[in-house]
């Protein structure tokens, strides 16, 4: 009975949560963009904990299937490798569906990188303090956008662009 009981209630918390995920302004993101839209455009959710990412496909392959302490241990230390955090926003560049991986732009790395799209998803997933990541919060800007991009270079620049 008490099996049963839990069942239903975490099935029924999903459905909240489910129902909460449909739009950020309930969570906090303020443009009152709907996930859907986010996910239209790339954007993800990351899942996984570990150095998972990786400037090529052959790195991301090494370090998930070695399972080895060293091997991630080097890969970091030499730079191949990143760490991957649950809750963080990347946005999806290119997805190479033969091997299951996406190339992705990670807020704060400035070149793209590699990990499985299986350590991805479009459903918002919070960080580790608890917060939905948004584009803007990522520091994921669309540079496509040439106005967005310009105030948001003379907010960071001394003196703006020229």
Do not use: H
Request: with cysteine.
């Amino acid at each position: 009975m008490k099996l049963g009981m839990l069942a239903v209630s975490l099935i029924g918390l999903s459905f909240i949560c489910t129902a909460l995920a449909d739009d950020l302004p309930g969570i906090g993101y303020s443009e009152k963009m709907p996930v859907k839209d986010l996910a239209a455009n790339g954007y993800r959710w990351v899942t996984v904990d570990g150095p998972y990412a990786c400037a090529t496909k052959q790195g991301v392959w090494q370090i998930t299937s070695a399972r080895n302490d060293s091997i991630e241990l080097r890969m970091v230390e030499d730079g191949d490798a990143y760490y991957l955090i649950p809750g963080t926003l990347v946005r999806i560049t290119q997805d190479d569906l033969a091997n299951g991986m996406s190339e992705i732009l990670l807020g704060g790395i400035t070149k793209p990188l590699w990990t499985y799209t299986k350590f991805l998803t479009a459903r918002p997933t919070r960080d580790i303090y608890g917060i939905v990541e948004t584009p803007e919060t990522a520091g994921l800007i669309d540079l496509g956008d040439s106005a967005l991009a310009r105030s948001v270079v003379n907010d960071r620049v001394p003196g703006g662009m020229p």
